[in-house]
């Protein structure tokens, strides 16, 4: 079942969301090279909580860290750690607040230094998708019709878009009804109605678009070592189109 949200919901969603934003702008300075994932990690942690939240990730089914910074070949899920990070590198930062009872949830690929030209286009792209696919987000179109969007971007770039891990409904709940993955047929799945709150997240692999998962049991990896790049944005739908909540 997917649940509506009111206005006022929405507006509480819409705080917990621009807290995320934020911690983007005052990390993104950070993700130089030499430091580790687990400093950005703590550093996201004391900002979360110094805006009246709390991390929505940490503890959730186990999950031991505030952030997933999830580098170069890791698609989702990579756990903070000691490791430092290097020039060419790209990392993809994930993180979730929880505020006055909602969730927020959002997600972007970050550049280490200088990077490759490959790597430069593949974050493009999978940015790009993912507002090609916010933009199908309008009352009276069809779940699948983000879907659609998606995966055209990114295949007629010659990616290819992650199949095991999907977006999701965000509100009382991290993860709500409908699962939204990046691939799909226009003109299928539920009507969007005012009031829907979905997470929007393009996974993108330079390769295959097959995963696995390494032996902690958390961060997924391109099955062929291909770099892989993430964003997402947590989004409303209106009578006025999509409303993006995790922006400035």
Known sequence: MIILK???EISIMREANRILAQLFEHLAPMVQPGITTAELDAEAELFI??????P???GYRGYPCTLCTSVNEEVIHGIPSSRRLMTGDIVSIDVGALHEGFYSDSSRTFAVGEISPKARRLMDVTEKALYEGIGQASPGNRLHDISAAIQKVVESAGFHVVREFVGHGIGKLLHEDPQIPNFGRKGTGPVLKEGMTFAIEPMV??????VSIRPD???AVTADGSLSAHFEHSIAVTANGPLVLSAL
């Not at 909580?49 to 709390?54: G, P, V």
């Open 217 to 219: 049991g958390w961060t």
């Open 56 to 58: 929505a990730f940490k």
């Open 205 to 210: 692999n330079e390769g295959t678009w097959k």
């Open 49 to 54: 909580r110094s805006h009246h939240a709390s």
């Open 6 to 8: 009111s206005p006022h």
